[in-house]
């Protein structure tokens, strides 16, 4: 079929909305009319990077309503409200111990520009495009295996749900599936954008009783404290360790960085008193660590922390729940936009003005 999709056809290049065709699903497959899709960072290093081939068709944040299934489908049916998720084999030894986004398979599905079975969906002019994510859902309809595709509740706006495939999952799953911080306890979260104010936003939701919002921008953590911070720190202003250390006599139990950025993950191991965690969920570069007196000496945990370590099927319908319940205000991260304005939200999400945007696809 004929669908129209946001090419990406070189490094660093604008997206261009174009015709293209997507084939018909295959075995376990869906097809899914996209509705939205968030614009998430990691698509923007996909672009201007190119870690996965191109041309290709981005996006990894799709929400839509089934439209037709593959032979062996037997959860998922025409008029589902659905989310698309990442892509795993589901056979792997992590796949099947829970584990998922450790899938041992996770790199070549999400980024390897090809399909479950190893082929394509998407082409244009006879040549085949990149799939991204297992869904690419930078297009008016999209294939994915019934693994990654979450039914979700039609009473929720269906526009508003793609950002918990990814971005948002990563942020709330880390405190509740990775961290599980217990009641009373003090997490610090350096960065405060999507995934930072999610991850903020769960960690009221078990009741730390320090939340600590680190940022550089004044208006992100008016927000952070908006959503449940307790407490928050500019790091241009101040010496962050030092008050972090202060609020809590002494350290946080947990600390998580979502920038990226080597100071800033240092600051989120010093932060930490003897014993405690820091999750790493930012695409980081090559950095040097104190071993032994940032870590070792102290009893300290690093871990790197991929999607929030969630089972998207089981994850997913309960952040909605959440949400519902007025736990989750995710709804005050995102900005919409209409599909033909995907280079001007890429735009605001690198400048920071948006926090997440939306591109309604129809």
């Known amino acids: 079929m004929k669908i129209n999709a946001a090419v990406t056809h070189g490094q660093g290049q604008d997206f261009v909305l174009e015709e ?18 968030g614009v998430c960072h990691t698509d923007a290093v996909a672009r201007d990077a190119a870690i996965a ?39 792997c030894h992590n796949c099947l111990t829970g584990h998922p986004t450790a899938c041992e398979t996770f790199n070549e599905l999400n980024f390897g520009g090809i399909n479950d079975d190893h082929t394509h969906r998407l082409s244009q002019n006879g040549k085949e495009l990149s799939t991204f994510f297992g869904q690419s859902s930078f297009g008016t309809f999209a294939i994915s295996h019934e693994r990654n595709v979450v039914k979700v509740d039609k009473e929720v706006d269906l526009a508003l749900l793609g950002p918990l ?9 880390t405190v509740l599936n990775k961290l599980q911080p217990t009641f009373g306890t003090s997490i610090a979260i350096f960065g405060t954008g999507a995934v930072g104010l999610s991850a903020i936003m769960a960690a009221k939701i078990v009741g730390c009783k320090n939340i600590i919002a680190i940022d550089v921008h004044d208006n992100r953590l008016e927000l ?7 407490h928050t720190l500019n790091g241009t202003k101040v010496d962050v360790v030092n008050e972090i250390k202060a609020i ?3 350290g946080t139990e947990f600390s998580i960085d979502t920038t990226g950025v080597p100071p800033v993950v240092r600051q989120s191991l010093h932060a930490l008193r003897p014993l405690g965690i820091a999750a790493i969920v930012g695409v980081t570069p090559e950095m040097s660590i104190d ?17 929030g370590d969630a089972v998207a099927k089981i994850f997913i319908p309960q952040l909605v729940d959440y949400y519902k319940r007025g736990l989750f205000p ?18 605001a999400s690198k400048s920071g003005e948006v926090i997440k945007p939306i591109l309604k696809i129809q």
């Open 20 to 37: 293209v065709e997507l084939a018909d699903p295959k075995a376990n497959e869906v097809l899914v009319k996209i509705i939205a899709t």
């Open 53 to 91: 081939p191109l041309p290709a068709v981005l996006g990894h944040e799709g929400a839509g309503i089934v439209e037709k299934v593959g032979e062996n489908v037997t959860d998922l049916e025409p008029g589902d409200h659905v989310v698309l998720s990442f892509a795993h084999c589901g056979h």
């Open 165 to 173: 495939g990814c971005g948002i999952q990563t942020g709330a799953g």
């Open 224 to 230: 952070a404290k908006e959503l449940g911070a307790t």
């Open 248 to 250: 809590t006599n002494g």
């Open 291 to 307: 071993v032994h007196n940032d870590l070792m000496a102290e009893g300290k945990t690093m871990m790197g922390v991929i999607e």
């Open 330 to 347: 995710f709804d005050k991260l995102v900005k919409f936009y209409d599909f033909d304005q995907i280079n001007e939200a890429f735009a």
